[in-house]
């Protein structure tokens, strides 16, 4: 098994993609949807996807976990996205932390959306990414495509639920 620095360089040496992602929700909660778009060599991907009635920050987080599971192999990935709650939970260390202290933010409350948290820690870990926060709707061509993704997906008919919004699991 390689160790970290080993991981890292096998990294270096992989794919470089590029991931814009936004979430969005009409009435939060309410029905809600998410985008992606991703950059590799010149060719470009638009992934999406809609739920009857989630939240937005729920959509901010899976718009960064498919576009990461989408990938095939083990790349250098910078994901671009207008969410702060999804930036600094993973970049400022505070998702790991969660994790770590099952799922509590501090010693009363709970960590919000840990399901997904925990499938987007899963996912970070197989590449080599870097977070970076835009502002929303400033223009940026990523952001702005991501946004029209995740909006028309919240816009589409018969949405299947959020099973991890509607009937979460049950905490110890």
């Not at 990294?11 to 979430?23: P, W």
């Not at 299947?160 to 009937?167: C, L």
Request: glycine share 12%; charged share 30%; proline share 5%.
């Amino acid at each position: 098994m390689a160790d970290k620095a080993g991981e890292k360089n096998a990294a270096s040496n992989g794919k470089q993609v590029t991931i814009h992602t936004d979430g969005s929700c009409l009435g939060n909660p309410g029905p809600g949807g998410y985008g992606a778009v991703l950059e590799h060599n010149g060719r470009e991907r638009e992934l999406s996807g809609g739920f009857r009635r989630t939240t937005n920050n729920r959509m901010e987080i899976l718009a960064v976990i498919v576009g990461l599971e989408t990938l095939k192999e083990r790349c250098r990935v910078t994901v671009y996205s207008d969410s702060r709650y999804v930036v600094d939970a993973i970049e400022k260390g505070w998702a790991v932390k969660w994790r770590a202290n099952g799922w509590m933010r501090n010693k009363r409350e709970r960590a919000v959306n840990p399901d997904l948290w925990e499938r987007l820690l899963k996912a970070l870990a197989r590449h080599d990414t870097e977070l970076k926060w835009v502002r929303g709707h400033a223009g940026n061509p990523g952001n702005v495509r991501a946004d029209k993704l995740a909006v028309a997906a919240a816009n589409g008919h018969n949405l299947p639920p959020d099973e991890g919004f509607e009937k979460p699991p049950r905490m110890l």
